[in-house]
């Protein structure tokens, strides 16, 4: 696969980019490399990368535990302390190896360590090849708020080799479809009906289908890197769908939803409300609505559970001016940024998901 051109970054792909990777590392004359992982990647995916990294300089493995939760500012000040206590400086590189929680919490303490080092990305789920991994986007949660804190920083490249998703179960692969769903909807209707019916979908083809859905972020994000128009259509099914993935991680009745278990209800959701608006026609939504439901299991909703999620929304950090901003789909592959939605529609939606 050809590697694509991101802002000031390349995405390489399989085991073509491990000779750019180590290149690179030559190359570029650092004093030392440190491979930041959780405590999943550590286990099933370290061992898989390791013998591809061909240099002789002092490779340390930075470790923290895994899962959403540890994604905080006092992990960040752990790592800052382990690469302190190492030896790290301002010539060191960073190479975060894992999902969304490392990429994005990795990439944040590289962006400040010293003021900043240089990183290099190698997602190992399908949510972070597809999303979290490409763009330049770090940062960590405030408690329960989603990537309230972090900066826009792209790392040096990005290496995608799908041998590594053979580590995941069917769960995490759901949670990563859905924004490979999300893209078709924004972007390229004909990429989103590859998706109607997944058992015709030709898995040994998958890696084209990262490909394509890396190649439409990146073509987005490409003409607005830092989200001021036409970036925030990669908000579609996210601005419900993080108030509930938080409302899930914080609430002890609940069972913690998957980043892309939530983005799959916010999709739903949020056509919903397409619809209500005359974006999208009830043929248009009822398919969408059922290509979603027949991949992910439905989630019930109490009539308890929907204020805190619409308060969760305050704090949504797509907000301007206190005002609620959507990115809704203008009819399937389009979009429509910066549209306000009342409380009575978002409860109206609510309430469609469950019939």
């Known amino acids: 696969m050809q590697s694509i051109q991101a802002n000031n970054y390349l995405v390489h792909f399989n085991e073509k980019g491990y000779s750019a990777l180590n290149s690179f590392i030559n190359e570029s004359k650092y004093s030392n490399l440190f491979v930041i992982v959780d405590s999943n990647t550590n286990e099933f995916c370290l061992s898989k990368f390791l013998p591809y990294l061909a240099t002789n300089l002092t490779i340390e493995i930075v470790e923290f535990e895994a899962g959403e939760p540890n994604k905080n500012i006092e992990t960040c000040v752990q790592l800052w302390n382990v690469l302190t206590e190492l030896g790290a400086d301002r010539k060191s590189l960073v190479i975060n190896l894992g999902g969304g929680v490392v990429t994005d919490l990795g990439g944040f303490v590289a962006s400040t360590f010293k003021r900043g080092i240089d990183f290099i990305h190698i997602p190992t789920t399908l949510l972070s090849m597809v999303d979290a991994s490409v763009g330049g986007k770090t940062g960590v949660d405030l408690g329960n708020l989603k990537n309230q804190i972090g900066v826009i920083n792209v790392p040096k490249m990005v290496l995608i080799d799908t041998q590594y998703l053979e580590t995941l179960s069917k769960k995490e692969m759901r949670s990563g479809?859905?924004?490979?769903?999300?893209?078709?909807?924004?972007?390229?209707?004909?990429?989103?009906?590859?998706?109607?019916?997944?058992?015709?979908?030709?898995?040994a083809d998958f890696d084209e289908l990262i490909y394509r859905s890396v190649k439409i972020k990146n073509e987005i994000v490409i003409q607005d890197p830092t989200e001021k128009n036409i970036r925030k259509a990669l908000n579609f099914g996210h601005t419900l769908g993080h108030a509930i993935?938080?409302?899930?991680?914080?609430?002890?009745?609940?069972?913690?939803?998957?980043?892309?278990?939530?983005?799959?209800?916010?999709?739903i959701l949020e056509s919903y409300i397409s619809l209500e608006k005359d974006l999208i026609n009830k043929e248009e939504y009822?398919?969408?609505?059922?290509?979603?439901?027949?991949?992910?299991d439905d989630v019930v909703f109490d009539k308890n559970d929907i204020e805190p999620i619409l308060e969760l929304l305050i704090h949504d950090k797509k907000n301007e001016y206190g005002n609620i901003q959507f990115a809704l789909i203008d009819g399937i592959g389009k979009i429509k940024i910066n549209q306000s939605v009342e409380n009575k529609l978002i409860i109206k939606a609510f309430e469609d998901y469950k019939s």
Not at 245 to 267: P, W
């Open 177 to 203: 479809l859905a924004e490979m769903l999300k893209h078709g909807l924004i972007y390229d209707k004909e990429y989103w009906e590859k998706f109607l019916d997944l058992k015709a979908v030709d898995f």
């Open 245 to 267: 993935e938080s409302y899930f991680l914080e609430n002890e009745d609940k069972i913690s939803l998957l980043h892309g278990e939530a983005i799959a209800i916010g999709m």
């Open 286 to 296: 009822n398919q969408i609505k059922n290509a979603i439901k027949a991949i992910y």
